[in-house]
């Protein structure tokens, strides 16, 4: 991979360019990049030279349209002809809705470039780790014990309630609104963890629901969870998240 060029595949979004261009200039350590249209990606994806960071849309099999945008790592190669879902993924990590998106992938697009290269690199030092997903590919809450956790509240799913709260949240876990969680993000503040969720619009029971805990200086991923969404579970952290959270933090 690091032998090889990463083509960036803009999307002709001006504004959502102008953000990845800027993100990979000061964060794409990995491997040499280059920036592409996507019709030049039509041309070159059969070329089993070159990786291509490509903005995509995914549907799973009850969506009747795609509801999330991923940022997705893949490689070059014969397939390419039947779709980017045909393609030799690397990674992909979801980024916003595709009908609504709330500008947060803005505010976290310098993690989600920390991400997909910390995944790719672990991938390349250990078999594994290129099968075994994000969901176990995450640092160690040891790693960083002092860190306050940042719950947005629109980020905590109905079953997350004051009583649950009141038994599992201890002093080193806050609930605030999205724009201070933002802004905690944008400052790249040291001591804390804050928390992401991305869903469709909507939200239909069928999709999913997909859980991030980052840390805003760092970028590093803590937790990473997905659940699909029903009448039973809800858009956001779980109860059952929080209490995986508690146990990997040693609470």
Not at 60 to 70: A, L, S, Y
Not at 82 to 103: H, N, R, W, Y
Request: hydrophobic share 35%.
């Amino acid at each position: 991979f690091t032998q090889k060029t990463t083509k960036i595949v803009l999307t002709g979004n001006e504004f959502y360019d102008v953000a990845l261009r800027n993100e990979i200039a000061a964060a794409w350590t990995l491997s040499h990049s280059e920036f592409c249209t996507l019709e030049e990606f039509e041309v070159l994806k059969f070329d089993d030279n070159f990786y291509f960071l490509i903005t995509a849309d995914g549907k799973f099999r009850k969506e009747e349209t795609p509801g999330i945008v991923f940022l997705t790592l893949v490689k070059g190669g014969k397939g390419a002809g039947e779709g980017i879902q045909k393609m030799l993924e690397v990674v992909s990590v979801p980024i916003a809705s595709t009908e609504d998106p709330s500008g947060r992938e803005y505010t976290f697009m310098p993690a989600f470039i920390k991400i997909i290269q910390d995944y790719t690199e672990a991938a390349m030092n250990r078999d594994i780790n290129g099968y075994i997903g994000l969901m176990s590919n995450t640092a160690s809450f040891k790693s960083c014990p002092n860190a306050e956790l940042v719950f947005a509240e629109c980020d905590l799913a109905a079953d997350v309630d004051r009583a649950f709260r009141d038994l599992n949240f201890d002093s080193d876990m806050t609930i605030t609104d999205e724009d201070e969680v933002d802004s905690i993000m944008e400052k790249s503040t040291s001591n804390k963890i804050v928390s992401l969720i991305i869903v469709p619009d909507e939200a239909p029971n069928g999709s999913y629901c997909y859980k991030m805990l980052i840390h805003p200086e760092s970028h590093k991923l803590y937790y990473f969870r997905k659940h699909k969404i029903s009448k039973k579970y809800g858009v956001g952290f779980l109860q059952e998240d929080i209490l995986r959270i508690n146990k990997q933090r040693g609470r």
